[in-house]
């Protein structure tokens, strides 16, 4: 324990000492804008705000001032950068909304080199987002927002913060409470949020038992900063809302190979993503769609076992580790699929497209198209793999032998108790109090 928990203190202070270098405060600007393009001078005033709030949270950003962030732009306006497809000019504006699928991703990882200087704070806009998301008159007609009461938004930010426990290090503290009222206080300094006494405010909790409810500041600045910081998690909620609908293919006692798993879960994800149904392509991403099976795992959503004495096959590429996955017995139905995905789906960004009335005309909410999608391709492949009367006369006789045969997509009664035996957990590596 004390081993882990110097290691732990050891890879924040990593975190918080390493150097912003410029590309990746230009890939964020670029990627949290919200417009199809960006001038010259908003991206400069973009990039010099965002390395001032670096800085400010102790942050370190390698030696350029306001000459050298001008002089960075001008590279990038100016074509200095040689063919780098990453920039995409359309006159005297860089377009923002023409990357590829690949080139969101790539310019993602120079964003996530940044991220952990605003995790804390950004747990909380997502978990604030949510309380707005729910209150879908106020969140579409442009009235006030609401106020939340600070124990349900603390709430949903310990939710969040131990969702996405193994994608961040999160500051440590003796608790979660100190690191939230910490992070607060400086959101409320920064103007992103507002803090009003019991009473005031309207909506969830107004009249909460705290004492004080937090509603985003109503300016220009203070929703951008509060936009901002939410859009830096969202590509990560998407991920593990992505992998919680997907386990609806074990249920109700399928089991797959890990890597063919995760292969279905990227090929979802690009469906999902391309018919408007997830917004950020960054979603599909492998790394955190393994690590939401790894925490599915340790919340007893999941479990990964070893079989014996069995051949497994495999038509997706091969992925990491060589198990099979299946549900615990208390996900067996659909019905705790559907609540872990909604509960999930309350911090995602609401997509353009279920704002769109064409769109609605034949779609219903996120959380049941994406269902009905997976069962259709559940009903396609089973239809595809179904065996021809042949080949069920050949099983009832026995020629196959005394050795089973395990495919990806098989029934469980090769994984009974005399063959199957837990596999190994996976340890929880974003201890620490989350904000």
Not at 5 to 12: D, I
Not at 238 to 250: F, R
Request: with cysteine; charged share 25%.
């Amino acid at each position: 324990v004390v081993a882990y928990k110097l290691g732990y203190h050891v890879l924040y202070d990593c975190n918080c000492v390493s150097v912003v270098l410029p590309a990746p405060l230009v890939a964020t600007v670029l990627l949290s804008h919200y417009q199809r393009g960006i001038s010259r001078e908003e991206l400069h005033a973009r990039v010099l705000w965002l390395r001032e709030e670096v800085i400010a949270r102790g942050g370190e950003v390698v030696g350029i001032d306001h000459d050298g962030i001008d002089r960075v732009v001008q590279q990038v306006f100016g074509g200095l950068l040689g063919s780098n497809r990453l920039v995409k000019r359309h006159k005297e504006r860089l377009m923002v909304s023409l990357y590829s699928p690949k080139e969101r991703i790539e310019l993602s990882l120079y964003r996530n080199q940044l991220i952990h200087h605003f995790v804390d704070e950004a747990l909380i806009a997502c978990a604030l987002y949510g309380f707005e998301k729910a209150d879908r008159k106020g969140i579409s007609s442009g009235e006030p927002v609401i106020a939340v009461d600070s124990e349900r938004l603390l709430d949903s930010t310990q939710y969040l913060s131990e969702l996405l426990t193994l994608e961040f290090i999160y500051k440590p503290s003796p608790t979660l409470k100190m690191n939230f009222r910490e992070s607060l206080q400086s959101m409320i300094d920064r103007g992103a949020v507002t803090c009003h006494p019991r009473g005031e405010g309207a909506g969830e909790g107004g009249s909460g038992s705290s004492g004080f409810s937090v509603s985003v500041t109503q300016d220009e600045q203070g929703t951008f900063a509060y936009l901002f910081l939410c859009a830096l998690l969202w590509q990560h909620i998407d991920s593990y809302w992505l992998t919680s609908v997907c386990l609806l293919m074990l249920a109700p006692a399928r089991v797959l190979h890990e890597s063919v798993l995760l292969h279905k879960m990227q090929h979802l994800g690009e469906i999902f993503y391309f018919d408007g149904q997830l917004d950020l392509y960054e979603a599909v991403s492998s790394e955190t769609l393994q690590n939401a099976l790894t925490l599915f795992e340790m919340w007893d959503v999941v479990e990964f076992v070893k079989v014996e004495g069995a051949v497994i096959r495999s038509t997706a590429p091969a992925g990491k580790g060589g198990r099979i996955i299946k549900l615990t017995a208390a996900y067996q139905g659909d019905a705790k699929i559907r609540e872990l995905a909604a509960r999930i789906s309350r911090f995602r960004k609401r997509s353009r497209a279920y704002r769109s009335r064409r769109y609605k005309l034949h779609k219903a909410t996120e959380n049941d198209d994406a269902f009905a999608v997976i069962k259709e391709i559940m009903m396609r492949e089973e239809e595809e793999n179904a065996p021809t009367p042949a080949e069920r006369m050949w099983r009832r006789s026995g020629a196959n032998g005394s050795n089973e045969d395990v495919s990806d997509d098989a029934a469980p009664a090769p994984l009974s108790p005399a063959t199957a035996a837990g596999g190994a957990g996976s340890g929880n590596v974003g201890g620490g109090g989350g904000a």
